[in-house]
């Protein structure tokens, strides 16, 4: 009796130490629920894991649920996977390719395509992992480490110009060097960066943000102070906001192609 009350009594504590994580801006899916709520979203970001998920994966997970909350395209969701008693979610998990040998398993689904995309957690389980997983298969905004939002928003406006390029090119320079002005002392050394980047592009064309993000990728091997590598990352990571929006143009470029 005693080892009962025991169990009873780790059982309540872990599923309340869950119940306080909900609150996470996350949300927790089963399988009658799954389809109906993914469904809804243009994005959905789902984890499946145990049903009382702990430790820093879980933790990291949490964190970009937070961040993201006001991204109202974006879901983050949760399913909680029991391997005993009436197995909640195990035929669900085993749709996805999810067994409990690899839990925690993030999946990426997007309206439109039929089978999600699985995350490759080879670079790190991090909240700033997902959010580059997020960006590079969607599109989807989300501020990664040393970008600064309102310069992110010019640099998507200055990829999107098509017509006379330069010229509007130029523009949009203008009103990030007048933005830059108002940052920040925090912000002031990622301002420089956009602005520079974009002197670049308009000097060697779209190719130099491929270069460039290869020579810093390579500078990153190498044996670099700790405040160096941050410097380097944030450039990464400002060079992704212009990526990300030249390789979505160039798709919807090639897509009207064909139309025609």
């Excluded at 520079?196 to 990728?217: A, D, Q, Y």
């Amino acid at each position: 009796m005693n080892r009962y009350l025991l169990y009873l009594y780790f059982f309540l504590a872990a599923k309340s130490v869950f119940a306080a994580s909900g609150i996470s801006g996350s949300v927790e899916l089963d399988e009658l629920s799954f389809d109906k709520i993914v469904n809804k979203f243009d994005v959905a970001l789902v984890k499946f894991d145990v049903a009382f998920p702990y430790g820093d994966k879980h933790e990291a997970f949490v964190a970009l649920a937070k961040e993201s909350k006001d991204v109202e395209e974006l879901l983050v969701a949760e399913v909680g996977v029991k391997d005993y008693g009436e197995k909640d979610n195990e035929v669900l998990a085993l749709k996805y390719g999810v067994t409990k040998d690899n839990f925690p398993a993030v999946r990426l689904f997007i309206k439109g395509k039929s089978e999600p995309i699985v995350f490759d957690e080879s670079n790190g389980f991090t909240s700033d992992e997902l959010r580059r997983f997020i960006r590079e298969n969607t599109g989807v905004y989300l501020s990664l480490p040393g970008c600064v939002k309102s310069l992110d928003m010019l640099a998507i406006k200055f990829m999107k110009e098509r017509k006379d390029v330069n010229t509007e090119r130029k523009k949009v320079l203008k009103e990030t060097e007048k933005e830059i002005q108002n940052l920040s002392e925090k912000d002031a050394p990622a301002g420089k960066i956009y602005k520079l980047i974009m002197e670049k592009i308009l000097e060697k064309g779209n190719e130099f943000i491929k270069t460039e993000m290869e020579r810093v990728k390579k500078l990153l091997t190498g044996k670099i102070s700790f405040d160096k590598k941050k410097e380097l990352t944030t450039r990464i990571n400002i060079l992704q906001t212009f990526q990300l929006n030249d390789k979505k143009d160039k798709t919807s470029t090639k897509a009207s192609k064909e139309d025609l």
